[in-house]
């Protein structure tokens, strides 16, 4: 277990938080959304990031993305000030953001128009990445014809497409069914070692926040602090159910639950 605010040489960082806090003024008043939070996460790191409803997970990210301005503190994305929307990441938003009249093709293709990237490398990938996340003989299909896995999947590959540095993840199976949730983990776990892209995932679920990561960010009911950053020492490669028996596996879950726990009592 390490301590709440960590360090890493500036090369091997591809995410780097310090002191931030972020504060919404609205009609009723201001609400500190995050305090004085510390985060380093190396190249090729896959981080979860688990606390109470509003404790400011979602706010995290996108101050990451650069969607949000920090009132105070800084973020930076490989060793650069993040000052506006951000182009080297990938988002997958809670709800899959899909255009319902795309294809499947098409959806994903989109991230390639916004860019402007050659059309040609663009699809390419495309196939690649629908092949990779299982989707093959779908490409043609338009999204209400999909199940909710396999839109979230589409959203996968579209944040994917232009081989993005950093990946945020903001709760991307919430809405699925306990099996098509851990099919996900397991498909999202062999994707991120096949490309190594780092890994910024929020979910509400314990089980999923220590089998992805190498480390986990329990944060505090808002204002959102971290309250503490767990390693989690097991093989990059992870079979699902032998992980879960694994007392390593265990024992971080056990001490998120408890942490949580306490967040709860805080509340
Ligand atoms: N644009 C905004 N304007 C005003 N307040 C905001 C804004 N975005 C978030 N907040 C407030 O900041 C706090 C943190 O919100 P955030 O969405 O980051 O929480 P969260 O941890 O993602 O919660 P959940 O688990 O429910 O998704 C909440 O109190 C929310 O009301
Ligand atoms: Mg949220």
Request: some cysteine; aromatic content about 4%; glycine content about 8%.
């Amino acid at each position: 277990m390490s301590t709440p605010t960590d360090t890493l040489p500036r090369t091997d960082t591809a995410v780097a938080v310090a002191d931030l806090t972020v504060r919404f003024s609205s009609k009723r008043g201001e609400v500190t959304a995050l305090h004085d939070i510390g985060l380093h996460v190396r190249r090729g790191e896959f981080v979860s990031i688990v606390g109470p409803s509003g404790c400011g997970k979602s706010t995290l990210l996108k101050v990451v993305a650069g969607l949000t301005d920090p009132s105070g503190g800084s973020v930076e994305l490989g060793g650069v000030p993040v000052r506006g929307a951000q182009r080297n990441i990938g988002y997958v938003f809670q709800r899959s953001a899909l255009l319902e009249w795309r294809t499947v093709r098409k959806n994903i293709l989109l991230q390639a128009e916004m860019r402007g990237l050659n059309k040609r490398a663009a699809e390419a990938e495309c196939a690649r990445l629908i092949e990779m996340t299982g989707l093959g003989g779908f490409e043609n299909a338009l999204p209400h014809e999909l199940s909710g896995g396999m839109q979230q999947r589409v959203s996968l590959c579209r944040a994917l497409l232009h081989e993005p540095e950093v990946l945020l993840m903001d709760e991307p199976f919430g809405a699925l069914d306990a099996l098509t949730r851990e099919r996900m983990n397991i498909e999202l776990h062999r994707i991120w070692r096949e490309t190594g892209t780092t890994v910024l995932l929020v979910t509400h679920s314990v089980a999923e926040a220590v089998y992805l990561a190498n480390r986990v960010v329990v944060m505090s009911p808002r204002p959102g602090r971290i309250v503490e950053l767990l390693d989690v020492d097991l093989p990059a490669h992870r079979e699902y159910a032998t992980t879960m028996e694994q007392p390593e596996f265990i024992s971080v879950a056990n001490r998120v639950r408890e942490l949580l726990g306490a967040a709860a009592h805080a509340d």
